[in-house]
């Protein structure tokens, strides 16, 4: 019969989990040995095969690790109607702030180029709502604050100063995964929000909110640019 695992999963937010039933092979994974940096590796990686298979990767690692949910932000929301209006209003309105408040503060050009095949293409619009719903919202939001927050808390503990670096690292991270597919701009646009996100799930490691948000700030950027509303919104403020 196995022992209690003699370390626990750290929640960034509720502090230590009581022990699971453990074994070695389980344990190797949750650590930061041989075993878990290549599970580590090949979760990032996923993701170039397909999306969102990171995302799948880490909830396969979360099973064979014995990981609780909760310690990846998998937590019920004590109300999913206060929890999805909230999400898609704040995804929303964060979306038009940064389209017409901070990336022309960066410069950006007030079209998304690399997405106006999606302009009164009706045809186009099944697919890429699958991609930011499904790979964005739930694929990018489980790999890049649930998992990799869980990691940055196994290595370097979940102090003020620790969740700090998590924020900044995992929004840099965020920010490049994206200069193939939507150049310098996208990776602006991306840090900025994983900034944002990242603070939000630092002080309340829940994902059910990001998640929705997440899909919403990407659906309400298809219908920007499926509407050519774009350069109307960028110069609400700037010319």
């Not at 070695?24 to 040995?33: C, N």
């Not at 009706?122 to 890429?128: F, T």
């Not at 990691?151 to 670096?165: E, H, T, Y």
């Not at 994206?178 to 990776?187: D, I």
């Amino acid at each position: 019969m196995p022992s209690p695992n003699p370390q626990t999963v750290q929640d960034l937010g509720a502090g230590v989990e009581p022990p699971v039933p453990d074994d070695a092979f389980a344990a190797s994974l949750r650590g930061v040995g041989p075993a878990g940096v290549l599970a580590m590796a090949v979760i990032l990686l996923g993701n170039l095969l397909f999306v969102p298979l990171s995302a799948l990767l880490v909830l396969a690692w979360m099973q064979l690790s014995r990981t609780r949910p909760s310690a990846l932000g998998f937590v019920r929301p004590r109300s999913w109607t206060v929890t999805i209006a909230g999400g898609v209003l704040f995804g929303v309105l964060s979306k038009l702030a940064m389209k017409s408040l901070v990336m022309p503060l960066f410069g950006a050009p007030p079209r998304n180029e690399h997405f106006q095949y999606l302009a009164h293409n009706p045809g186009a619009l099944p697919g890429i709502l699958d991609a930011v719903v499904i790979g964005a919202g739930f694929g990018e939001e489980t790999l890049v604050r649930g998992f990799l927050f869980e990691r940055f808390a196994r290595v370097i503990g979940v102090r003020p100063w620790a969740k700090a670096v998590a924020v900044v690292i995992t929004s840099a991270f965020f920010g490049i995964v994206h200069l193939g597919g939507q150049g310098w701009p996208g990776v602006q646009q991306a840090a900025v929000m994983g900034l944002v996100y990242g603070t939000i799930y630092a002080r309340r490691p829940q994902l059910p909110l990001l998640m929705i948000a997440h899909a919403a700030f990407d659906v309400a950027a298809v219908v920007l640019i499926y509407n050519g509303l774009e350069t109307g919104v960028a110069h609400w403020f700037f010319r």
